[in-house]
């Protein structure tokens, strides 16, 4: 297996959901220059993805990329896929939240502006916890270094 795709359900984009998982500029882990890069871990191995999407937010199709030489074993191949739907949202049904949205008028601009968008959800526990600590310091969302002190 060295790529496969997804079908998320609509609306679906893949540019907004990226966007809300990197949470800032300076991720170095969640890459985006079109595509979206990153390292996941499966079967004990690091590989690299690259997913892009194509059709419409209505037609969504993502192309996943898996990089690096070799081959994957079926359990390497389930173990990236599972990764990559939880990790962009991709089984995440937010249709009750859009008929909610829609019927307030205070909501529904926020609505329509970041329609596609899916909840992202980390790996795992470990990079979570990570996560929510390079980002909770005004500091580090600078770039600056945290203080030790």
Avoid: K
Avoid at 40 to 51: D, K, N
Avoid at 118 to 127: I, S, T
């Amino acid at each position: 297996m060295s790529s496969f795709d997804l079908r998320p359900g609509a609306p679906y984009r893949l540019d907004l959901t990226v966007w809300a998982l990197r949470r800032r500029g300076l991720n170095r882990i969640d890459r985006w220059d079109g595509a979206y890069r990153r390292g996941l871990r499966a079967g004990g191995a690091v590989l690299g993805i690259r997913v892009r999407q194509s059709g419409s937010s209505r037609d969504p199709v993502l192309h996943v990329e898996v990089l690096g030489p070799g081959r994957r074993g079926p359990d390497q191949a389930s173990e990236l896929r599972s990764q990559v739907i939880r990790l962009l949202g991709v089984d995440v049904d937010l249709a009750p939240f859009y008929e909610l949205a829609d019927a307030d008028p205070r909501t529904r601009p926020l609505e329509e502006r970041f329609l596609g968008v899916r909840p992202p959800r980390f790996p795992g526990l470990f990079e979570a916890l990570v996560n929510a600590v390079a980002n909770s310091s005004s500091r580090s969302r600078s770039g600056s270094p945290c203080s030790t002190a």
